[in-house]
């Protein structure tokens, strides 16, 4: 058994209350401390209370703490993989993606800066807060990657890990603290959902991981920034041929479990050829990169999965979504449906594994199936209808022709760059 310690302002802290992790045979492997709501009022006070280190610290202790999270990973990477179920090249993927973004957190939250905040403009980029509270997900290890972008900025940072997954930040806060953060500027404060708002609560901003219910709690909390489904899509248009290798890998890639993974393929004209080749190469796809789960949960998907699909054409249905391998746990199967229209309601379901709804769409049915998209891949050479993709609010990333729903770069904005919301611009002036 592996022990996970909260990592309070006085250092590692080791609770009463324990939580036991499994892997996803459900055999025990880890505990982690759950600390109460007095010990996290405490923490975030101990964060508020303490001064940023300077630009120059900040940066040099990124770039080492990106050294030392990848350093001997291999036994970090086996654990991760089989608790969260995500393959093993997934999880070393992501291990790699946060070390860079350990080296490149100060880069890429300066991509956010106006341009008119220079020293000699009157106007200075300043932190809207300086205490950073993060509710983050356990879908995948890469979600750590964004965070770092606060430190860089000067905010003192409070992690609440997942209940799946703690492995990650406390490896990544561990290797932050021995690179020169001090225990006062970043935080691991695992706890129970009843005490979980209390990070909310004392920091001057949030970032928060969840799914529809997540959005309808924070949505309208100019403090919290929600982070729900992405419910990305892939449009085809009758002027361009469908790339199939990247609408494969828009579907499944890193095991199909992101927000930036598509869930809704749209076609002009006959969706039906392009659904019967989707399929065929998702039912090639081995076991070693799908996800796995514990069999319990495989099966709740898959019973979930059947009733959702209730009113389409499965290509790859729920009868053999799941495949037990005998040991409590079971891998899932990519699943594909075929939809009526292009307003039907399963376009927006977006489940964690591999699974995707294709339907027909027209220039009648216009921008309403596409809104409420994180990444949206376009095939279309139609410069008109690609104005009006990028002029819709709600489509957040926009991607045209070969590029996958999953590509990323750390110059890139996510959902906006996240400096947008940690930073604002004020004017400063003098006699």
């Known amino acids: 058994m592996f022990?996970?310690?909260?990592?309070?302002?006085?250092?590692?802290?080791?609770?009463?209350?324990?939580?036991?992790?499994?892997?996803?045979?459900?055999?025990?492997?880890?505990?982690?401390?759950?600390?109460?709501?007095l010990f996290v009022t405490r923490a975030m006070s101990a964060l508020h209370k303490a001064s940023p280190l300077p630009m120059p610290d900040r940066v040099a202790a990124l770039t080492t703490a990106g050294s030392l999270?990848?350093?001997?990973?291999?036994?970090?990477?086996?654990?991760?993989?089989?608790v969260s179920g995500l393959p093993v090249a997934d999880v070393r993927f992501a291990a790699d993606t946060?070390?860079?973004?350990?080296?490149?957190?100060?880069e890429a939250a300066q991509h956010g800066r106006?341009?008119?905040?220079?020293?000699?403009?009157?106007?200075?980029?300043?932190?809207?807060?300086n205490v950073f509270a993060v509710h983050a997900a356990g879908n995948h290890p890469a979600v750590h990657s964004l965070w770092l972008q606060a430190l860089a900025l000067g905010y003192r940072v409070a992690v609440r890990p997942s209940r799946r997954e703690p492995f990650t930040p406390h490896r990544l806060i561990t290797a932050l603290r021995a690179a020169g953060f001090g225990p006062d500027q970043v935080v691991l404060l695992p706890c129970d959902h009843?005490?979980?708002?209390?990070?909310?609560?004392?920091?001057?901003?949030?970032?928060?991981?969840?799914?529809?219910?997540?959005?309808?709690?924070y949505g309208a909390n100019p403090r919290v920034?929600?982070?729900?489904?992405?419910?990305?899509?892939?449009l085809v248009t009758a002027d361009s041929a469908p790339v199939l290798d990247t609408i494969v890998s828009s579907i499944a890639h890193h095991g199909g479990v992101g927000c930036i993974n598509a869930t809704g393929i749209l076609v002009e004209g006959d969706p039906a050829p392009l659904a019967d080749a989707l399929a065929s190469r998702l039912a090639a796809l081995p076991d070693s990169v799908l996800p796995r789960y514990p069999l319990a949960g495989a099966s709740a998907l898959r019973d979930h999965l059947a009733k959702r699909a209730v009113g389409t054409r499965p290509l790859l249905g729920a009868d053999q979504l799941v495949t037990d391998l005998g040991d409590g746990s079971?891998?899932?199967?990519?699943?594909?449906?075929l939809l009526p229209s292009a307003t039907a309601p399963q376009l927006d379901a977006e489940l964690p594994f591999p699974c995707a709804w294709i339907a027909p769409w027209s220039r009648a049915d216009g921008l309403a199936p596409l809104r409420n998209t994180l990444v949206l891949t376009a095939m279309t050479?139609?410069?008109?209808?690609?104005?009006?993709?990028?002029?819709?609010?709600?489509?957040?990333?926009?991607?045209?022709g070969d590029v996958p729903t999953h590509h990323f770069r750390p110059n890139l904005p996510h959902d906006s760059y996240l400096s947008d919301f940690l930073m604002r611009t004020k004017a400063v002036a003098g006699r």
């Not at 999270?69 to 089989?82: E, I, M, N, P, T």
């Not at 920034?225 to 892939?234: A, E, F, I, M, T």
């Open 3 to 37: 022990t996970v310690d909260a990592l309070g302002p006085a250092g590692p802290y080791r609770s009463r209350k324990q939580l036991t992790v499994t892997d996803v045979t459900g055999s025990p492997v880890a505990s982690v401390s759950l600390v109460p709501r």
């Open 381 to 400: 050479r139609d410069n008109d209808l690609i104005a009006d993709l990028l002029a819709e609010p709600t489509i957040a990333n926009l991607y045209l």
């Open 330 to 337: 079971a891998v899932i199967r990519p699943a594909l449906h």
């Open 225 to 234: 920034l929600p982070q729900g489904p992405g419910r990305s899509k892939v």
């Open 98 to 106: 946060i070390a860079e973004a350990c080296v490149t957190a100060h």
């Open 69 to 82: 999270f990848a350093k001997d990973s291999s036994s970090y990477v086996d654990l991760v993989a089989r």
């Open 194 to 217: 009843d005490v979980a708002d209390e990070l909310l609560r004392c920091a001057d901003l949030g970032l928060v991981y969840g799914g529809d219910d997540v959005i309808a709690k």
């Open 114 to 129: 106006p341009i008119g905040t220079t020293m000699d403009s009157g106007a200075a980029w300043t932190r809207r807060g």
